[in-house]
């Protein structure tokens, strides 16, 4: 079993930029793949971004693509997305989300593990 925490949310402007962590418990972290999952007043949650357990494949959604970029430090137990040019239609709660299998990267329901999400607020 895996915990995770986020962090990094806040307020900024348009075109600004963000960075998030999620924060793992557990001896294990090396082995699950990661995915950040962002759900917007009144939406679900959906898919951003997702790492495989060793970094070496990313994969994004089209809507963010060239814009944030997921990375991961086995070491600290750490996972962490990075955002550019951040735009209003960006504001969400962002979670953090864990799986030791799956066949789809996007599929929340792939994911076993979340946090409790950190709030990011882009202004106009």
């Known amino acids: 079993q895996v915990q995770l925490v986020e962090s990094g949310g806040g307020l900024v402007q348009a075109g600004g930029s963000l960075r998030l962590s999620c924060a793992a418990s557990?001896?294990?972290?090396?082995?699950?793949?990661m995915a950040w999952f962002p759900q917007a007043p009144g939406k679900e949650r959906e898919f951003v971004a997702a790492i495989s357990w060793s970094g070496g494949s990313t994969y994004y959604a089209d809507a963010v693509k060239g814009r944030f970029t997921i990375s991961r430090d086995n070491a600290k137990n750490t996972v962490y997305l990075q955002m550019n040019s951040l735009k209003p239609e960006d504001t969400a709660v962002y979670y953090c989300?864990?799986?030791?299998?799956?066949?789809?990267?996007?599929?929340?329901?792939?994911?076993?593990?979340w946090g409790q999400g950190t709030q990011v607020t882009v202004s106009s």
């Open positions: 557990g001896r294990t972290f090396s082995s699950y793949a």
């Open positions: 989300n864990a799986r030791s299998y799956g066949s789809s990267w996007y599929a929340l329901y792939e994911y076993d593990y």
